[in-house]
């Protein structure tokens, strides 16, 4: 859970990340930019940043904004009902950083598996992120993310989002923010 | 129709204007930047310029370059099948410009209607786009789009794009650009 204290900080600093990527925002998005700290309470390691531009029950766009080192942990995109997961595609804008999915492990990858989570990161096929490069997941396949040293500004370009559906490896994680007033 | 010449041209001037929006393209985008001229040979007049980032049978993303004035032509995406037509969603990311859609004509638009072409712009609700403002078009809805004096780049988040099956109002359109040898 956050402060709302805490809150307000990491929007500042997500919005001035954006603004060195040259992604222009509305005052409204700025003052809504969404704080995920995956229910963990060490945002500046575990967590990530999202401006949602549009979801729709047909696509949907947001950008994802990583302090630097920050990771977005490992967890997939089940089906429901005729769906089969949630497809999406990660462009890198600003920053660098790397995605890793199911596949051959690649040796020596260059993210740290945050300390006290290694049982939570299964997945290791590395896809390092420069911008504009991109990848694309398939539904259902487990992922992760981590920003470099600069942090990250990815678009993500997807069928429809249905957050609280994701399914996390790791089982302490809640996916939707939970803010207390300081 | 075009000549190489005006692609390789088209596809610079592109280039230029996406690198002062801050958006970032491979080399390999960079050399295909789509340069549709309608198939009326006025090029900096109408049509528009784009990049193709994903296009899945889900959801696809591009960006759209428009020169100083440029107009992209009064169009709509039609229902195929099952599917309702083509929604999109355009965000703008640099310059300005103005969309015209379906509904209630706006007094004493902006934008310019192409000389010669007047029979072929019917919709005039118009919507102002400057950074970092979006406007989502329903599926099957007539709409037009001019860029400002500097030009403009938006993103466009939609369902799957099948450019081949829209319905131009002018008859003469041929969206699918081709090109002859110099």
Redesign the interface.
Known sequence: MLRRREVNEARERAAEILAR??????QK?RANIEVADCGLGQLDRVGLQLVT??N?D????KELVLFPGQTCPEHRHPPVGTDPGK?E?F?C??GRGWLYVEGEPTANIKARVPQGSEPYFTVFHEIELT????Y?IPPDTLHWFQAGPEGAVI?E???PSRDELDIFTDPRIKRIPRTVED
Request: proline letters at 4%; glycine letters at 8%; hydrophobic letters at 30%.
């Open positions: 990527a040259g992604v222009v925002l509305t998005e531009y549009v729709t047909r696509y949907c766009a497809m595609t462009r804008r600003w911008p504009g490069e991109q694309t678009s370009f997807s069928s």
